[in-house]
């Protein structure tokens, strides 16, 4: 499926041909840090297979919780993450962050990882009382 999106500013846009099949759910402990939610959201891609039509992107490496190094692409400008991939092997593994995604309607998760850090409450929050706008 070809798809396009861009960080929140506009300044980083993108194009990519993804695998529906490949969009994961992270509720590990640095995914909840680096996105300042319960989870985080990612479709799994080749490097190959990822476009960045414009923008600037700025990289900060961490260490994952496997001992793995990982580098996390954002916007210079908004600080909006795109993606982050590996090093060595991995480094064209690419996880493009799907809330940037124009077509994330029609990506739904395809399965969850790390469920042992997950919230407490993530599987609550649809018997909660929901406003269409606020």
Same mark, same amino acid.
């Given at each position: 499926?070809?798809? +396009? /999106?861009?960080?929140? #500013?506009?300044? *980083?846009?993108? $194009?990519?041909?993804?695998?529906?099949?490949?969009? *994961?759910?992270? %509720? #590990?402990?640095?995914?909840?840090? !680096?996105? /300042?939610?319960?989870?985080?959201?990612?479709?799994?891609?080749?490097?190959?297979?990822?476009?960045? !039509?414009?923008? *600037?992107?700025? &990289?900060?490496?961490?260490?994952?919780?496997?001992? $793995?190094?990982?580098?996390? $692409?954002? #916007?210079? +400008?908004?600080?909006?993450?795109?993606?982050? %991939?590996? &090093? /060595?092997?991995?480094?064209?593994?690419?996880? !493009?962050?799907?809330? !940037?995604?124009?077509?994330?309607?029609?990506?739904?998760?395809?399965?969850?990882?790390?469920? &042992?850090?997950?919230?407490?409450? *993530?599987? &609550?929050? $649809?018997?909660?009382?929901?406003?269409?706008?606020?």
């Amino acid at each position: 499926m070809d798809v +396009t /999106g861009g960080c929140f #500013c506009g300044n *980083v846009r993108f $194009a990519a041909s993804i695998d529906p099949e490949a969009v *994961v759910v992270c %509720h #590990c402990n640095q995914c909840q840090r !680096l996105s /300042g939610s319960p989870y985080r959201v990612s479709v799994l891609v080749d490097e190959d297979d990822v476009q960045i !039509l414009s923008g *600037v992107l700025r &990289e900060y490496w961490k260490m994952a919780e496997s001992g $793995a190094k990982r580098a996390q $692409a954002f #916007c210079e +400008t908004c600080g909006g993450p795109v993606f982050s %991939h590996g &090093e /060595g092997e991995a480094a064209r593994d690419f996880a !493009l962050r799907w809330g !940037l995604i124009d077509q994330r309607a029609d990506l739904p998760p395809r399965r969850q990882i790390w469920c &042992e850090e997950a919230a407490p409450w *993530v599987n &609550e929050i $649809a018997s909660l009382p929901g406003a269409a706008r606020e």
